[in-house]
């Protein structure tokens, strides 16, 4: 029997040392979550850099689907990293935070990214 | 501009629903065979085709133009998540304008009910849809901000959903089609992601739409009745959506969209007498209708609670029911909004009829790329025969 075709690569940003490995472009300014050899925008060169660990809530919402593996309800925000890309994480707990709220990297949960709310 | 002028000369669409035990094929044909005895053309006289569809499959628009007439001809198939038939639409558009066409047909179908047991189900191999972000939770993540940036009731979201599914009520053609609900009813329905609740979320449903382009001829009654001119039509892909970006995603693609389509027409926003736009959520036609002008940044909400967008009003948006009534099979939602806002400017559409409608403005973006501002806009202005 045939086994199931593997999954695609994944394509989420990571954390090292609990701050987005991501990257720069020389030429533009323009901050990415995933390290690139030319800007994603530009074309120009980059370099790598990390971005973090804190970030701002740009707007977060309680999902009450289960999606795949996640059991509802969980959080999920779009997080401005501070001087650095916008991404999409899951806040731990299950708790809203307002947009404008403060929070922090924490880890991972099978490569999705994880923030708690940080008293600001 | 050496461009020809272009127009509708038929429209068509499926029965709008859940109907997994029908061919996705007869979906389309009940579209096409509508639009083009609309027409009052003969298959023989259609030059090319753009067909619309998200999740296919492969083959589809093929056998779908084999199967009605239009085998042979040259066939482009586009994917543009829920712009998809209105970018083959637009495309139809642009091909009768420029002379490398004569009679064109845009078509769109999709059959969600063989696809997904339930809502969409995220894309692995983009980053947002492997952190688990459903289509509801991207548009929760609009709604989201917009109460609270604007201070705005989250019931008032609500009553998009309280329209329009009246409006609804008034289309045999639309999925949901019985009693509409109340405002109470709609924020007590079950919650998907908040604020959006499950009456504030577009079902899951199959159809098709089609549409014959031609050159405009204002002389010309084909099949008794006279051309819908297209006095404008743009497209826009979304570029990348930042950090550094203080509108809610695909806000700044609609806005550009729009722009270009009023000064390409030589319209405002105030000409426009009746609105088909992407209501997929609540937030979406708030969003929109911010985008295109009709409200002010921030003062969208209050347009259904005011009656200004409800059949009756100033500036009726979504006649039809929208796609919160008449259903979202992604690539033929943009056929059917032109297909009601045809019926509209040519003062067929019944009980939903908007009085007077001259001029019509046609919405759709789709979206979901993850750090993009939209995957496609488009936007087309209108105008009917008059009486």
């Known amino acids: 029997m045939a086994s199931a075709p593997p999954i695609p690569a994944d394509p989420r940003p990571q954390l090292v040392d609990r701050c987005i490995d991501g990257s720069v472009c020389t030429a533009c300014g323009h901050v990415a979550a995933r390290r690139h050899d030319r800007c994603e925008r530009c074309l120009g060169s980059t370099t790598s850099k990390s971005f973090g660990p804190r970030g701002t809530v740009w707007s977060s919402t309680t999902v009450h689907l289960r999606i795949g593996g996640l059991a509802p309800p969980f959080v999920l925000a779009y997080v401005d990293v501070d001087g650095g890309p916008r991404v999409l994480a899951r806040i731990v707990d299950a708790i809203e935070v307002p947009a404008g709220g403060a929070v922090r990297f924490v880890g991972d949960d099978n490569g999705d990214l994880l923030v708690e709310m940080v008293a600001s | ?387």
Not at chain 2, 95 to 121: C, D, H, K, M, N
Not at chain 2, 291 to 313: D, F, K, M, N
Not at chain 2, 324 to 351: F, I, K, M, N, Y
């Open chain 2, 1 to 387: 501009m050496t461009d020809r002028r272009v127009s509708i000369a038929g429209v068509g669409t499926s029965q709008f629903g859940r109907f997994p035990d029908r061919r996705v094929e007869e979906l389309a044909w009940e579209a096409i065979i509508e639009a083009i005895d609309d027409s009052g053309f003969a298959p023989s006289e259609i030059d090319a085709a753009f067909v619309g569809s998200v999740f296919g499959p492969p083959g589809l628009a093929n056998r779908v133009l084999a199967g009605a007439g239009l085998g042979g001809i040259p066939t482009f198939k586009i994917e543009a998540a829920c712009a998809s038939g209105t970018v083959a639409l637009h495309e139809a558009q642009q091909a009768v304008a420029s002379g490398r066409y004569e009679r064109v047909i845009a078509v769109g179908v999709e059959q969600l009910s063989t696809q997904f047991a339930g809502p969409i189900v995220p894309e692995l191999s983009d980053p947002e849809g492997r952190a688990g972000l459903a289509m509801p939770a991207l548009y929760a993540l609009q709604a989201s901000r917009y109460v609270q940036e604007f201070d705005v009731d989250p019931a008032l979201l609500a009553e998009v959903a309280v329209k329009n599914k009246a409006h609804g009520a008034l289309n045999p053609r639309a999925h949901l089609s019985g009693t509409p609900p109340t405002r109470a009813e709609v924020l007590e329905s079950r919650p998907i992601a908040g604020p959006l609740t499950l009456l504030q979320c577009c079902p899951m449903s199959d159809g098709a739409g089609a549409a014959v382009i031609t050159a405009f001829n204002p002389g010309s009654k084909p099949n008794g009745h006279r051309q819908v001119e297209i006095l404008s039509s743009q497209f826009s892909s979304g570029p990348l959506w930042t950090s550094s970006d203080t509108e809610p995603w695909g806000f700044q693609t609609v806005a550009r969209t729009a722009a270009r389509a009023f000064a390409e027409a030589g319209l405002a926003v105030e000409d426009v007498d009746v609105f088909e736009v992407h209501d997929a959520f609540t937030i979406g036609e708030i969003l929109t209708l911010e985008a295109i002008g009709v409200a002010a940044r921030g003062a969208g909400a209050a347009l259904a609670p005011s009656g200004h967008t409800r059949l009756g009003g100033p500036q009726p948006v979504n006649p039809s029911g929208g796609l919160l009534s008449r259903g979202h099979p992604l690539g033929s939602t943009g056929l059917a909004q032109t297909a009601e806002l045809v019926w509209q400017l040519r003062g067929e559409a019944g009980e939903r009829q908007v009085a007077g409608a001259r001029v019509a403005l046609l919405e759709t973006m789709g979206g979901g790329a993850a750090g993009v501002d939209a995957n496609a806009c488009v936007i087309a202005l209108l105008r009917g025969p008059g009486s």
